[in-house]
């Protein structure tokens, strides 16, 4: 089993319906959403599995001491410390291979954010075994990211972190152009929208390769200043 602490907006909200549609898939109840798409399902079946999110912080094993109730009371305490901010959300753009929903501008407040939960939730965290280090590829990482993911079972935290909710796997350029138009109908009204970072969610993979389903969420509970 592992767990993950990510971010994804309520369940009923309109980018949370979308973004279900869109992958075939609800991570709240692991429900279809749709009638299966031969051309689409398997461009979508990465993010699919892993539901509709924002890494914070990066799938890990639990530690032998620790249990999965640690580790929600621990979110608990965590989200009601948080004040809910927003940030301009984006139309689906090409991070390397694949296609993503990212922040229209940087944000402080999201780095801020993810450093403070890697950092919080370390304690409950197994360090990586090879395997799951070798399925990083270190050998395309920089030396700073292997260092991250040797230390904290994620290369890409810290000054690496890049907050994106992904909405497709690795594609070839021809079909990356090919689903582009379809993407920009889906997700093209929440250009400019105000996305509230105002919650977190532990989504669990009860066993290897098994979809990720919604365990809890919690709210932000501190009133901004």
Same mark, same amino acid.
């Given at each position: 089993m592992?767990?993950? +602490?990510?971010?994804?907006?309520?369940?009923?909200?309109?980018?949370? =319906? !979308?973004?279900?549609?869109?992958?075939?898939?609800?991570?709240?109840?692991?429900?279809?959403?749709?009638?299966?798409? @031969?051309? /689409?399902?398997?461009?979508?079946?990465?993010?699919?599995?892993?539901?509709? %999110?924002?890494? $914070?912080? *990066?799938?890990?094993?639990? +530690?032998?001491?620790? %249990?999965? &109730?640690?580790?929600? *009371?621990?979110?608990?305490?965590?989200?009601?410390s948080q004040t809910p901010f927003e940030v301009t959300a984006a139309v689906p753009r090409a991070l390397g291979a694949f296609f993503a929903l990212v922040p229209a501008e940087p944000s402080a407040k999201l780095q801020t954010l993810e450093e403070a939960a890697v950092r919080a939730f370390a304690p409950f965290r197994a360090q990586p075994t090879e395997a799951e280090i070798a399925r990083r590829?270190? @050998?395309?990482?920089? &030396? /700073?990211?292997?260092?991250?993911? !040797?230390?904290?079972?994620?290369p890409y935290v810290f000054e690496e972190f890049r907050f994106h909710m992904t909405l497709s796997g690795a594609l070839p350029a021809a079909e990356a152009e090919t689903l582009r138009p379809d993407l920009e109908a889906a997700f093209g009204g929440f250009d400019g =929208?105000?996305?509230? $970072?105002?919650?977190? *969610? $532990?989504?669990?993979?009860?066993?290897?390769?098994?979809?990720?389903?919604? %365990?809890?969420? %919690?709210?932000? &509970?501190?009133?901004?200043?």
């Open positions: 592992r767990a993950a +602490i990510y971010f994804t907006p309520p369940a009923g909200s309109a980018l949370a =319906q !979308a973004a279900a549609q869109w992958l075939g898939r609800n991570p709240f109840d692991g429900e279809p959403t749709r009638m299966p798409d @031969e051309q /689409r399902d398997p461009l979508v079946a990465s993010p699919a599995r892993y539901g509709f %999110h924002a890494t $914070i912080v *990066a799938p890990f094993r639990l +530690i032998g001491t620790s %249990h999965l &109730e640690d580790v929600d *009371a621990r979110l608990a305490e965590f989200c009601a590829r270190p @050998e395309r990482l920089t &030396e /700073r990211q292997r260092d991250y993911l !040797a230390e904290w079972g994620y =929208q105000k996305l509230a $970072i105002d919650q977190l *969610a $532990i989504f669990v993979e009860p066993e290897p390769e098994a979809p990720f389903r919604v %365990h809890s969420v %919690h709210r932000f &509970e501190t009133l901004p200043s």
